[in-house]
């Protein structure tokens, strides 16, 4: 099946800065998520990015579907972005089973 | 509008007892996805449904566990003769249609003792 792997696992912040989370994929996909996990466990849709580039506030997600990659940004982070950061893709083809990568863990200092 | 809903939220049972997880997906979405995650790690997909009908177990651990949405709405997973390995975060996800985006329900935390 698809790999999804995402980087870095963990990301330790001060309040204000900018960051950079990466999710890999090993094959060609039709549909990518990001996700937020709160501290209080809920899963918060961010992005639905198959391709392409899209911004909410100081979020924004780009995929580059060729190069199976997608990113996401954070500028101007605060500590109620800390939690844990997923992505999901599905392959293109016949499967419509999500696949999650491990998550990058932030945590936001004041 | 609602979001998906599940029920209980907290769930804990005995070793060998049965229990019956609840998922109430947002209304008119078609597609209705069960996943379980373990502390740490990402939802791993169990099973899921377009209106009715199950298209894919595949994820189903084992026969101790079953899905169904009898009337393409309301789902609930079924686990037999609980173990303790069977402790986790059960969550379940709608969609308006299969490869749409997904939205999660607050999840059942089971624990079996």
């Known amino acids: 099946g698809i790999q999804v792997e995402q980087s870095p696992p963990d990301l330790i912040l001060q309040e204000g800065a900018n960051s950079t989370l990466r999710c890999n994929f090993s094959d060609s996909v039709n549909n990518l998520q990001w996700f937020h996990q709160n501290p209080w466990g809920q899963l918060i849709n961010l992005f639905y990015i198959p391709s392409g580039t899209k911004q909410n506030g100081r979020l924004s997600a780009t995929t580059v579907a060729t190069e199976r990659y997608s990113l996401l ?9 800390s939690g844990v950061y997923f992505c999901a893709v599905m392959a293109s083809g016949g499967s419509y089973i999500p696949t999650f990568g491990r998550g990058t863990s932030l945590i936001v200092h004041p | 509008g609602a979001g998906v809903s599940q029920s209980p939220r907290y769930k804990v049972t005995k070793r060998g007892q049965d229990v019956a997880l609840r998922c109430d997906p947002i209304s008119g979405h078609v597609s209705l996805y ?43 997973l079924t686990i037999q003769r609980t173990e303790q390995r069977d402790s986790a975060m059960y969550r379940c996800a709608s969609s308006s249609m299969g490869r749409g985006e997904q939205y999660f329900g607050p999840g059942t935390r089971l624990t079996v003792t």
């Open chain 2, 34 to 76: 069960w996943y379980r995650q373990a502390l740490g790690q990402g939802p791993e997909f169990l099973t899921y449904f377009n209106y009715e009908a199950q298209q894919d177990k595949s994820g189903l651990p084992n026969d101790r566990f079953s899905a169904e949405r009898p009337e393409g709405s309301i789902s609930t």
């Open chain 1, 73 to 81: 940004y954070i500028s101007s982070s605060q500590t109620t972005d």
